[in-house]
């Protein structure tokens, strides 16, 4: 898949992207060509999501469930002690609808995590109690923001916490300490995109990253799409 997807970068610098896009929407539905056009309308990379060393499958899923649903395409994981892993009866496919990157290759990766997010010209956001937190309702949409989750049982790490650029919480009225993280990051998600999409913000994605992620989902559901993007590749 890594090569396909490496010819298809290659394809793309000296063809339109829209050709191949064309040719992939071919194989799939009406219906399914249909929905795609509409939720690609719906999708932003202004917001994204960064998971440090989640370990249970169930938060685990239940985010990238939560990210697809508020339209949120990207999702970075930081695997620094916990390998990432997901539940199929809870994530209900919506792993294939997101683009995933991961971080794995360091000691500690969290800070190639960060770089690469600022490099991209993101905003680090830990959700976490902090002494210069904001409230979520609170907190500005018009910068590119990422949002970081930390472990289940001890929250994010040292690291994460002196490298963020600001802090954001959920409020809570109850004796509870906090919020599940899969329960944090919906309601984290639910009001930024809420608030993200009635500003003035241009959250949308362009033209090119729309053809792109649409090429994407085509080939996740189209059977055998490798060597049906090789024979495309193949005329050109």
Known sequence: MWLI??????????????????????????????LFETIIENRTRHLTVVLENIYQPHNASAVLRSCDLFGVQDVHIIENTNEYT?????????????????????ENNTLACFEQLRSEGYRIVATTPHTDDVMIADLPIEPK?????????????????????????????????SFNISVSAALSLYQFTENMRKSEVKWQLSEEEKIEIQIQWAMNVIKKSELIVEEFLGKG
Do not use: C, H, Q
């Open 86 to 106: 997901l539940s199929d009866e809870v994530a209900m496919g919506s792993s294939k609808w997101l683009t995933m990157k991961k971080y794995n290759e360091l």
């Open 145 to 177: 923001t990422a949002l970081v989750f930390g472990t289940e049982l001890t929250g994010l790490s040292e690291i994460a916490m002196e490298n963020a650029d600001a802090f954001v919480k959920i409020p809570m009225y109850g004796f509870t300490e």
């Open 5 to 34: 997807r490496s010819r298809i970068k290659k394809f793309m610098a000296t063809k339109s992207a829209l050709e191949l896009r064309d040719y992939l929407f071919g194989f799939i539905s009406e219906n399914k060509r249909n």
